[in-house]
């Protein structure tokens, strides 16, 4: 309990109260009560940093979960041949170097000689700017909500994390008993029947450990756009943890603090959403 209340709850409480004061680090802080929330309202960097945050949290996230319960599902099969070798594969992203990942795959989508953009021009399909295009999805009356940029980074986020949630459903397949599956396909129902309705609710604990997860690592996200954006602070890439990093190295320490409590009430939000819903279907 000391260890935890000096290295973890003194910490949180001091940014908490950090929030509340203008302060460069020199002298004595001034209180400024809700002045930094305030002007987080009213600054448009924090408005574009926290809706690609919030884009990035819901495309990854999902994307990653889904994506490794069906690695997992075909790795798992009978039928699969070579299984040892591809969890393996699959999973080496997991283990590299965050910054080692994001600068390979921005050599990969560099527009004149990348290899991404190459593989496209050689099947004869122009290529979009990965790395500093512009709107990949809008909406009329909206306007942009994912551009080209953002998108690749969620799309490099999705080819680590996948593996990760692959070997973590496939631990939680392993203790499925067999019999109920053998059960579904004796009553007739198909392959994905049985996937959908006897194996997908059978792991649903590590789902929601993995979707609670993905939302902390997304709403903090800084490192992998920090290298796929070579440390630019462009709004289509621009999230709530390089926004806090750029702030403190200013020196605006209050203001920084201002978006960290925010990072972490909205990832408290989130976290309360999923698991009222994980009890809910539980239930």
């Known amino acids: ?6 290295f973890v709850l003194a910490p949180t409480v001091l940014g908490l109260a950090l929030a509340l004061t203008d302060w460069d680090g020199s002298g004595v802080p001034r209180f400024v009560g809700l002045g930094n929330f305030g002007a987080l309202l009213s600054d448009s960097r924090f408005a574009s940093a926290f809706r690609n945050t919030l884009v990035f949290a819901a495309i990854t996230v999902p ?14 099969a009978p039928w699969f041949v070579g299984r040892a070798a591809v969890r393996a594969m699959l999973f080496i992203p997991t283990v590299v170097s965050i910054i080692a990942v994001g600068f390979i795959w921005r050599w ?5 000689t990348g290899l991404v ?38 799309a490099v986020q999705i080819w680590k994390m996948a593996g990760f949630c692959m070997v973590l459903y496939l631990a939680a397949m392993q203790q499925v008993p067999e019999s109920l599956g053998e059960a579904a396909r004796v009553d007739g129902a198909s392959r994905w029947q049985t996937l959908r309705n006897v194996t997908w609710p059978a792991v649903a604990p590590t789902t929601t450990f993995l979707v609670v997860t993905g939302l902390i690592a997304a709403l903090q996200v800084f490192d992998l756009v920090w290298a796929l954006s070579a440390m630019s602070d ?12 750029r702030e403190f190295q200013q020196s605006r320490l209050g203001f920084a603090a201002a978006v960290g409590v925010v990072i972490f009430a909205l990832t408290l939000a989130l976290i309360a959403g999923e698991s009222w819903r994980a009890r809910r279907a539980e239930a």
């Open 1 to 6: 309990m000391a260890v935890l209340g000096v």
């Open 63 to 76: 994307a990653q979960v889904l994506l490794g319960f069906v690695l997992a599902a075909a790795v798992n």
């Open 108 to 112: 990969m989508l560099e527009p004149r």
């Open 117 to 154: 953009p190459l593989a496209f021009a050689s099947a004869g399909i122009e290529a979009p700017d990965f790395l500093q295009g512009g709107s990949a999805v809008s909406v009329p009356m909206i306007g942009e909500l994912v551009s080209w940029p953002m998108l690749s980074v969620c």
């Open 234 to 245: 462009s709004p289509s890439t621009r999230v709530l943890g390089t926004l806090l990093f």
